[in-house]
């Protein structure tokens, strides 16, 4: 069965920093882009970050310079680090394949931002 388990959002005061965690299950991960998108209250789902399976990486201009992708095969994951967060970062994080999301979305980690 193919999931999606995103982890390690929070809150935090602006400025701060955080690392999400994607684990996946299923034969999948090795072959496919893997992407961090976000989603506001009231907003539509955005992509924020995405992995090549070579390791090769693009981001949204809203986070270039402050997220960092990175991904572990052996461990079928997908990491997003996240430095200098401002109140515009917060938001629902999800991971999925590709730049619009080819598997079934996962509940999501809620990072939130204080100022």
């Known amino acids: 069965q193919e999931r999606l388990v995103e982890s390690g959002g929070g809150l935090v005061r602006a400025g701060g920093s955080l690392t999400l965690s994607c684990s996946t299950s299923g034969s999948f991960f090795s072959l496919a882009s893997m992407g961090w998108f976000r989603q506001a209250p009231g907003g539509q789902r955005e992509l924020v970050a995405i992995?090549?399976?070579?390791?090769?990486?693009r981001y949204a201009d809203a986070v270039k310079g402050r997220f960092t992708i990175s991904r572990d095969n052996a461990k079928k994951t997908v990491y997003l680090q996240m430095n200098r967060l401002t109140v515009e970062d917060t938001a629902v994080y999800y991971c999925?394949?590709?730049?619009?999301?080819?598997?079934?979305w996962g509940q999501g980690t809620q990072v939130t931002v204080s100022s």
């Open positions: 999925n394949t590709g730049d619009l999301g080819g598997k079934p």
């Open positions: 992995i090549s399976t070579g390791g090769s990486t």
